[in-house]
C-alpha cells in the first residue's frame, strides 16, 4: 500500500558532454561487484567497475573537478598476455607507483583492492564515437606526479550515484566500510 503523503520527486535527465580527450588526476571514488551479461551473451559474469571521480581539468572555461568515469574489469585470473598487463594490475601499479610483485600478486584479495579506494591516479582518456553518441573512456592508467586535494565529503556525496545514496542507510564511505561484496570475487 502506497502511503498518502508519497511524493514523486520530478528531475530533468542530466546529460554530460564526453570530457575533451586529455591526462586527467582522479581519485578512485568506489569499486562495485556488478553481474552483467558476458561478451557470448550466454549468461552473467562478474564485473569490478571502478569508479573515479576527477581531480583537475577544464572544458573551455568550466571546472571538470567532481566528473565521473568508470572502468571496468572481468575477475576470472590476473595474468599478463599477449596485450600487456590487465586492468587491475594497471590500477593498482598506477595507483602504488611500482610494479606489482609476485608475492603481492599471489596474496591479493578483495581487502587490498578495496583499500585503493580514496587514492589517486592518472588516467589517459580517449573518446570514442558509437552511432551519434560520444563515450569517454579510459585508455591507460599513469601515476601521480603530486597529490591534488582529495574530494571533499559533500564532493563525494555529489559524485556517488543516485542508486548508490540510495543504499546506503548512513553516509559511509570507503575510508570507513567496504563497498565490494567480498564473497563473489574469485580470488
Not at 581487502?111 to 563515450?135: M, Y
Request: proline share 4%.
Amino acid at each position: 500500500m502506497i502511503k498518502t503523503n508519497f511524493q514523486i520527486e520530478k528531475k530533468e535527465g542530466q546529460k554530460f558532454d564526453p570530457l575533451p580527450e586529455n591526462v586527467y588526476q582522479v581519485e578512485l571514488l568506489d569499486i562495485e561487484m556488478k553481474e552483467k551479461p558476458n561478451y557470448k551473451k550466454t549468461g552473467l559474469e562478474n564485473v569490478l567497475e571502478f569508479q573515479f571521480t576527477l581531480l583537475n581539468g577544464k572544458d573551455k572555461s568550466e571546472s571538470l573537478r567532481g566528473r565521473n568515469i568508470w572502468r571496468n574489469f572481468v575477475p576470472t585470473c590476473l595474468y599478463v598476455g599477449k596485450n600487456g598487463k590487465n586492468v587491475l594490475y594497471q590500477i593498482i601499479e598506477a595507483i602504488d607507483g611500482q610494479e606489482m610483485s609476485p608475492e603481492r600478486e599471489a596474496t591479493l584479495d578483495t581487502a587490498e583492492i578495496n583499500s585503493l579506494i580514496g587514492k589517486q591516479c592518472r588516467v589517459v582518456t580517449k573518446n570514442k564515437k558509437d552511432g551519434d553518441k560520444v563515450f569517454s573512456n579510459i585508455e591507460s592508467f599513469l601515476t601521480i606526479e603530486n597529490e591534488l586535494p582529495k574530494l571533499t565529503q559533500e564532493e563525494k556525496e555529489k559524485a556517488t550515484l543516485r542508486d548508490k545514496k540510495e543504499e546506503k542507510t548512513e553516509a559511509v564511505y570507503p575510508e570507513e566500510e567496504s563497498v565490494v561484496d567480498t564473497s563473489r570475487i574469485p580470488f
